[in-house]
């Protein structure tokens, strides 16, 4: 079982003139006080004339096809044109439920009638909708709803009461989920979830009453919507009759991974980082938020592309809105910690107002569109049900795939043999073939580094596939036979090449035959191959927590193999660098966050199935509410290390110019995570898996060690709050990518 999602790296560059575009606009609309921005403004921020004026510039509505009025652009161009919205804090609450579900889920169930009734209107954001699916007795059980639709010879005949309807008041339209048939299946069976219908329901209607629920912030945002035997024509059901529970949990996942689900609270933070003067527990903090918002933007996206391709990621889509809505919160607790909270008028200063405004909203993360228990026990439940059936889940199958199961082929039969792994070119995939590598690329690499980590495969193919490869590479120097080890170090070569200095910690060096090393030269940095038993060279043994051989080498006159000056590399074969030290550092992290990601999809695969297997009080551990939420944060937090890394890789393999940040934050994330992983896995597990001898002290004294190496979260987090500062506190650019310079061009 493997939780696979692929992530997108940088957003193509096309994209980037949009992102400016958008935001230049959002920029005049705040000069000319046309809103002043706010948290959570997706729900908080209602302004039609706003709405509509997005609409004119063909921003609402965007995936809708030209045939049905809309601007017929890509779910990329309006994930970008969301971001944006969402950082800036825009009032878009009025259109945000028409644009989010209703369109797509009229184009994917609705009659051609209703397509051309709603979204022409929709895209000029003259169509608000409103979602009726909660009532006073309906909350999560949402199967249980009791507003009841009766075909009659006039039309539809509805009745019932609807609860905590956002914008029911200002809609044209609302979306209701009603009983139409008894709770039957197809095969005649009991089913809560058969006989459920949707309809379009607009608004007003004699027949329905809307009177407004205030909230604590005493704003009017929610509405008691009842249906008094409300006439509405037949053509208003949408999709198939009794089709309803499917088209819903459908829509869910639009509803559930979007960009709303992270970045509600991105005006808090964005203020907070644009700030001077900050102490270093503010710094660690800023740097940890930065770090988490750039991963979660990644398995947001990462969910967008799978609901693109036509995939229905529900289990992961319940995992983004777990994981950034809890994101949400953080973001306002750990803001408010450090400036305070006020209120407008009376002050202290818009900061702390607009902190004060998102504490109101934290609440409402975690319970709107699903609370974190209910998604965490949809999580767990198809984790259960994947790990009993063997079936596969997440992305289609690639080339990577292909890479993956060939790696398990080897690992399962020779976990310890150099030879068979380097039989199949796994350990030198970023070596071109003209050197006598195997021509890949990191990304490829990955997949063999983290199926490598998840079988604890006690050999250096991480350190030769991301650090010995792309020096060699660089460096135009042929793969030698044996095994190969790298570093991130840098010994100093004299005149004649004869190399001197300390390198600590070299993974497995003792096992290998060469040294891949940086060495400082009188003419600038060289790349040198040395051979582990050349004369001069002697090894001091050591080891990491989980035992990984961790040697020191001591170099003293030692006449390399080769020593050779890196070049740029070609494109795509490795990062495009000239400050070589630093970039074995980041390949290096980056390597690690992999291995973190393995090993924590080992912890899950076993997790998963000790608690299906363990019995106690009569039943498996996977029966219990507890354990399951246990197993969904294991999911969630593997998840996201996978999906870092794998950002992170891409960003290298591909040069992008944010490449740094996202290497820091995969490398932040991940060691954070590894002690959550590690610590879950053992809750799970119980006394058993604190023994000797039960193979999950191997993944998590390895998570543990890994966490360390290469810089832990708290190294990353600063290099992170650096990043900010160069920045000149321009998070949300830095984390696009679109930092302007002082003269205000945009680097
Ligand atoms: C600001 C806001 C806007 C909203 N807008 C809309 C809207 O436009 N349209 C709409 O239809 N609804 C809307 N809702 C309603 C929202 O979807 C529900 O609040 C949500 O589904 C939870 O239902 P409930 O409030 O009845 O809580 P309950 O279901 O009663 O849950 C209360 C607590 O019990 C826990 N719980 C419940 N069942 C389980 C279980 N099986 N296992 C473990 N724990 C459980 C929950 O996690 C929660 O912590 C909105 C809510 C808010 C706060």
Redesign the pocket.
Known sequence: MTIGLSAVGALPGELRELRLRVRAFLEAEVARGAFRPAADAW?SGVDIGFSQRLAERGWVGMTIPKQYGGPGRSALERYVVTEELLAAGAPVGAHW?ADRQMAPSILRNGTEEQKRAYLPKIATAEALF??????PD?????ASVRTRARLTAEGWRLSGT???????HIATAMII?ARTDDPVGADGQPSRHAGLSQFIVDLPNPGIRISPVI?IDGAH??NEVVFDDALIPESALLGKRGDGWRQVTAELGNERSGPERILSTMPVLAAWASGRSRGEAARDDLGRLAARAAVLRQLSAAVAGELDRGGNPAMHAALVKDLGTRFESEVAEVVSAHVGVGSEPLGPGPLQALVGQAIL?V??F?????????L??IVAKDLVLSSRTGAPRGQARDERTEIAEAVRGVLRTAPGSWKDVAGLGFTALTVPEELGGSGGDLRDAAVVVAEAARHSVPLPVAEANFLAGPLLAAAGIELPDGILTGTAGTVTADRAGRLAGTVRDVPWLRDADYLVTLAETPEGPAVALVPVTAPGLSVTPGANLAGEHRDTAVLDGVAPAHLARPRVPAAGRGPETRDWAATAELLGAAARAVQIGGAAQAVLDRSVKHAGERMQFGRTLDKF?AVQQLLARLAADATTVSVAADAAVLALAEQAPGAELLVAAAKAEASALALEIARTGHQVHGAIGYTAEHPLGEHTKRLWSWRQEFGNELYWRRRIAGLIDEASGQLWPLLTNTVSSPGGSTA
């Not at 309906?138 to 949402?142: M, Y």
Request: hydrophobic share 35%; aromatic share 6%.
């Open positions: 729900m439920i409103s979602i009726g699916m909660s009532e309906s909350g999560s059980d949402l609807k609860l905590w309807t956002s914008i029911a989920l909230t945002h929610f909203h609440p409402v975690t319970l709107r569109g699903g609370t974190t228990e209910v965490r026990g509410q």
